[in-house]
C-alpha cells in the first residue's frame, strides 16, 4: 500500500477519534456530523465529476429528495430507519434516472445547465408543497427510529453513524470506479470515441452512474434531515449544488477522499467566518475565485505532495 | 469464389449540392489486404465516417459478413467485429498502454457491468492485452501512460486495441500518418504480419506503403471508385494516372 | 378563464420573454463565443436594477437612472471580465462555474451591504403611467407595453449589430469555429472583452427595466440567471435568433401556466388540491418543456456550431 492510500484512512480515523479528543461537544458534534454529511454528498459528486466527467451543477436535487422523503413519510406517521431509507434511497435514484436519461444525452456546458434547471424544478417542486411547510418547510416530529429504536437521538451514536456511512460511501465509490464499470466511465470521461470504437456505448454506464451518485446524495440526504430534524426547499438550492461542486474542488478533482477534506474545510471555514461578521460572504467568495484561481489540485493535492 | 467479408453496395451521400459518395460499391474478400487510396477531397474519410456508422450514407447498404449493418451505431459494429483505428490517434491518454487494451478486452469478454472487483486485477484481460500489446511490439511499455508514449508507439497501440476487439475486419485509417520514416518502416512490417491473419481495409496517403501491402487497390476520385485491381493493374491503369497527374497539376 | 385575462397574461408572458431574451442574448453570445459559462451573469442583471434604482432615486429621474445606468452595468461588467473572467478562459467548465459562484456570493452580499436586504421599489416614470385600452375594456400598463416595445428594439438592433456588422460577422464567426477568427490574425482577447462588456449591459438593461415591474432585491439574477439557461439550451447555444424564440416561448409557458394550470387541474381535482398541484405543475413546465424539446433536439432548435 502506498503512503498515499493511507491518507483517505488518515482523515476518517481523524474524523474517528474527534469525540474522544475533546470535540466530544454537542456544538463540535453537529458540526462534524454537518461536515460529513456534506462530505459525503460531496463523495458521491466527485465520483461524477472527477470519476465520470459529469459536472452536476444539480447534485442538491439529490440530496433533498431524500431528505423530502423523510419529511414526506414523517408526516403520513413512518419513522422506521428500515422503511424511509430504503424509500428514500430509491427516491433519490429514481430521480436521477428519470432526469438523467435526458442530461446524460448532452454533454458539456450542456450538461451543466440542464442538470442546473432540473435541480431548480426539483426546487420548485419542493417549494409548492404545501402540505410538507411549502416555501417555509417542515418540521420533523423526531429523528428516524433504527428498528424501533430511538439511537439516533445518541449525538455519539450519530457522530459514528454518519462516519460510518461516509466511509461507505467513500468505499463505495473507490470500488465502483476501480471495477470494469468505473473503467469504461473513467475511459470515456478523457475519450468517449475510444470507448465506443471498442464497441461500448457511453450512455448507459454514465446513466447508471449517474443514478448511483444520486442514489448515494439520497442517503445524505436522509441523514441531513435527521441532523437538523427540518427539511425545507434550501436544502435543494442550487447555492447548495454549487457549494457541492466547490467542496469537490477545493478537496481536489481526482481524489475521492478530498472531497472529505473539501467539506470539512468548507463547513469549518463558513462557520468560522459567520461567527466573525455578519456579511462574511463578502469574504467567502472572493475566496473561492482565489481557490479556483491558485489552488489546483486542491487541498488533496497539497497533503499527498507532502506526503506521497 | 468466396462470399466477400465486407460489401460496399452503391453508397451515395450529399452535402449540399456536392456528392461526396457517388455510389461507391466495393467488396473486401477475406484474409487480402484492400487498400483505398485516392487525392485529396476524394471523399476517402466520408467513406470511412460511413463504413464505421459515424455518418449515414442518403442511400445504399452495407453489408458485414452478410448482415446488413447500414443502420447500426459504431459500438455495435465493433461488436459485430469490424475494428477501426483514427486517422488521428484516438487512446485514452491517462490510461497506462496495457489498460488501453485491456478496456478493449473486456469489451469483448463477459458483460461492463460488473461493480465489484478491480478490473485491472482481471488476469482473463491483462493477458489478452499483453499479448495483444506484444504482437505490436509494445510488450515492455505496458505499464507507460499512453499519453506519453512516443507517436508511432501510439500507432502501434490503437492497432493493438484494435485487435483486442477480437476483429473479423480491420479498418486502418491512415495508419502511417505522421510517422517518421524509421517508425513508417516499422509500422509497415508490423502490418504486414497482421496481414497473414486478418482482413484489413486500409486507407492511407503513403503509395509506397500501400504498393508495398496491399492486395488488391481501390482507387477513389470525386466520390466514386474509378478502378479496383492487384497492384501491377493498378500502376498500369491509365485513368488513375490521369487523376494523380491532374491533382500534381493543381 | 376569460379572453381578456389571457390575453393580459400572454402579454405578460411576452414581456417576461423579452427581459429574459435581453439576459439571455449576452449569455450565448459569451456561451457561442468564449465557450465560457458565466453563472455571474444573472448578478449583473440585479447590478444594472441596483444601479438605475439608485441613480433614479438620486436624480429624481427614471431616465436619468437609465442613461446613467447602462454606461455604469457596461463598466461593472468591463471590471468583473479584468478582475476575473479573463483568468478562466483557458480553465475547464468546472473551475469556470465554481469562480463565477464566487463572484455571485459576492455580489448578492454586496448590494445587502450598499443598499440592505429590503427589497427597493422603483416608481414607474411618469411619461408611462396609466394604462392603455387595448381592447374594449380592457386597460394594460403603459410602462410594461413600453418594455415590450424597448425589447423588440433592443432585439431588432442586435440583429443588425450581429448580422450586418464586421464585429458582428466576427462574433458569428467565432460562435462557429473560433479557431479560424483566431487565424485570421483577430485579437481574439478584445472581441470576447467587447462581447462580455456588451452582454453585461444588455443584461443591466433587463435589470433596469425590470425595476419598476419587479421589486429589487438581493438573489432577484438567480431565477433569471437559470431561466435564461433554459432559453440558452431550447435556442441552441450561440444562436441570437434562438435566445429571441426560445425566451418568448419559455416566458409565455412560465407565465401562462402559473395562471393556468390551477384553473385546468379544478376540472379533474378539487379545488385546494389543484391549487396545490397546480402550483407545483406549473413551477415545473419550463424544464419538462426543455426536456420534452431536449429529447429530441440535444442541441436545441437552432444549433449553430457544425462539427
Known sequence: MTREALLPLAVLAALAVAPLAGFGGSYELTLLARAMILGMAAVSLSFLVGGAGLVSLGHAASLGVGAYAVAILDAHGVTEALIVLPVAVAAAAGFSLLTGAVAIRTSGVHFIMITLAFGQMAFFTTSSLAAYGGDDGYTLYGRTEVAGTRLLENRLAFHYICLGLLALTWGLCAMLLASRFGRVLRAARENAQRVEAVGLAPYPFRLVGYAIAGALGGLAGVLLANATEFVSPATLSWQRSGELLFMVILGGVGRLWGAILGALAFVLLETWLAEQMQHWKLVFGPLLVLAVLFLKGGLSGLVARRHG | ?250 | ?307
Open chain 2, 1 to 250: 469464389m468466396a462470399e466477400p467479408l465486407l460489401r460496399l453496395e452503391d453508397l451515395r451521400k450529399h452535402y449540399g449540392g456536392l456528392d461526396v459518395t457517388d455510389g461507391v460499391s466495393l467488396d473486401v474478400m477475406p484474409g487480402e489486404i484492400h487498400a483505398v487510396i485516392g487525392p485529396n477531397g476524394a471523399g476517402k474519410t466520408t467513406l470511412i465516417h460511413e463504413i464505421t456508422g459515424i455518418v449515414a450514407p442518403d442511400s445504399g447498404r452495407i453489408l458485414f459478413a452478410g448482415q446488413d449493418i447500414t443502420r447500426l451505431s459504431l459500438p455495435r459494429r465493433v461488436r459485430a467485429g469490424l475494428a477501426r483505428s483514427f486517422q488521428i490517434t484516438s487512446i485514452v491518454a491517462g490510461f497506462s498502454a496495457r489498460e488501453n487494451v485491456a478496456l478493449a478486452a473486456q469489451a469483448r469478454s463477459g458483460s461492463s457491468f460488473r461493480f465489484l472487483r478491480p478490473a485491472s486485477g482481471e488476469a482473463v484481460l491483462n493477458d489478452t492485452a499483453m499479448a495483444a500489446l506484444d504482437l505490436v511490439g509494445l510488450a515492455d511499455r505496458a505499464a507507460v501512460p499512453a499519453g506519453t508514449l512516443s507517436h508511432g508507439e501510439k500507432r502501434a497501440l490503437e492497432i493493438a486495441i484494435a485487435l483486442a476487439t477480437r476483429p473479423r475486419l480491420l479498418l486502418l485509417d491512415e495508419p502511417l500518418a505522421g510517422a517518421g520514416p524509421e517508425e513508417t518502416e516499422r509500422l509497415i512490417a508490423l502490418l504486414k504480419r497482421l496481414g497473414a491473419d486478418y482482413t484489413i481495409l486500409l486507407v492511407e496517403h503513403d503509395m509506397q506503403a500501400v504498393f508495398a501491402l496491399a492486395d488488391r487497390i481501390s482507387v477513389l476520385v470525386y466520390g466514386r471508385v474509378i478502378a479496383t485491381g492487384t497492384v501491377p493493374e493498378i500502376r498500369g491503369n491509365a485513368e488513375v494516372r490521369a487523376a494523380y497527374l491532374g491533382e500534381d497539376d493543381a
Open chain 3, 1 to 307: 378563464m376569460t379572453t381578456q385575462l389571457l390575453l393580459v397574461q400572454a402579454l405578460n408572458g411576452l414581456q417576461l420573454g423579452i427581459l429574459l431574451f435581453l439576459v439571455a442574448a449576452g449569455l450565448t453570445l459569451v456561451f457561442g463565443v468564449m465557450d465560457f459559462i458565466n453563472l455571474a451573469h444573472g448578478v449583473q442583471y440585479m447590478l444594472g436594477a441596483y444601479i438605475g434604482a439608485a441613480l433614479a432615486a438620486a436624480t429624481g429621474s427614471f431616465w436619468w437612472g437609465l442613461l446613467l445606468g447602462l454606461p455604469a452595468a457596461l463598466a461593472a461588467g468591463l471590471v468583473l471580465e479584468v478582475l476575473v473572467f479573463r483568468h478562466l478562459y483557458r480553465r475547464d467548465h468546472l473551475a469556470q462555474v465554481l469562480a463565477t459562484f464566487g463572484v455571485i456570493l459576492f455580489l448578492n452580499e454586496g448590494v445587502k451591504v450598499v443598499w440592505g436586504a429590503a427589497p427597493l421599489q422603483v416608481p414607474i416614470p411618469a411619461l408611462l403611467q396609466g394604462g392603455i385600452e387595448i381592447m374594449p375594456g380592457l386597460q394594460y400598463p403603459i410602462y410594461r407595453v413600453a418594455v415590450l416595445a424597448a425589447g423588440v428594439a433592443t432585439g431588432g438592433l442586435l440583429w443588425w449589430l450581429v448580422e450586418r456588422t464586421r464585429a458582428g460577422m466576427l462574433v458569428r464567426a467565432g460562435a462557429t469555429n473560433p479557431q479560424m477568427v483566431a487565424a485570421l490574425g483577430v485579437d481574439v482577447g478584445r472581441l470576447f472583452t467587447l462581447v462580455f462588456a456588451f452582454g453585461a449591459m444588455l443584461a443591466g438593461f433587463a435589470g433596469i427595466l425590470a425595476g419598476p415591474i419587479f421589486s429589487v432585491e438581493p438573489g432577484m439574477g438567480d431565477n433569471v440567471l437559470i431561466l435564461a439557461f433554459v432559453v440558452i439550451v431550447i435556442g441552441g447555444i450561440g444562436s441570437i435568433r434562438g435566445a429571441f424564440l426560445a425566451a418568448l416561448l419559455v416566458g409565455l409557458i412560465d407565465t401562462l401556466g402559473k395562471s393556468m394550470a390551477p384553473d385546468l387541474l379544478r376540472l379533474v381535482l378539487d379545488p385546494s388540491a389543484a391549487r396545490q398541484a397546480g402550483a407545483a405543475l406549473a413551477s415545473m413546465l419550463v424544464y419538462v418543456a426543455m426536456a420534452a424539446i431536449l429529447a429530441f433536439r440535444p442541441a436545441g432548435l437552432f444549433p449553430v456550431r457544425t462539427g
